[in-house]
Nanobody, 126 residues
């Protein structure tokens, strides 16, 4: 069974850090792109970051540039999202996803993503 499982969410104070993990099972992430999207309460889902598998190029939502870093560890079949300097506006359920058959990614549209994880909740609060 192919699936993605996220972990690493939790409660953190403003200015704090979290590292989210997205681990695949049933298939390898080596040759596919992986994206992180998030959905805050009452808001639409939005793309946060993604990483391609062709050249490892990365993309970030403007509001997280310089604070979030996406990386992949093919040996662990896992993609990470390191989140630093968190703000209240980062509170959301974060989900990872992959198109399964494509090595490229984007953040403007999530319709190309075929497999999603269940999500992990991030709450930034004092």
């Amino acid at each position: 069974q192919v699936q993605l499982v996220e972990s690493g969410g939790g409660l953190v104070q403003p200015g704090g850090s979290l590292r989210l993990s997205c681990t695949a099972s049933g298939f390898t992430l080596d040759n596919v792109a992986v994206a992180w999207f998030r959905q805050a309460p009452g808001k639409e889902r939005e793309g946060v970051s993604c990483i391609s598998s062709t050249d490892g190029s990365t993309h970030y939502k403007d509001s997280v540039k310089g604070r979030f870093t996406i990386t992949r560890d093919n040996g662990r079949n896992t993609v990470y999202l390191q989140m630093n300097s968190l703000t209240i506006e980062d509170t959301a359920v974060y989900s990872c996803a992959t198109p399964l058959v494509s090595s490229d990614c984007g953040l403007d549209d999530d319709r190309y993503l075929e497999l999603w994880g269940q999500g992990t909740r991030v709450t930034v609060s004092s």
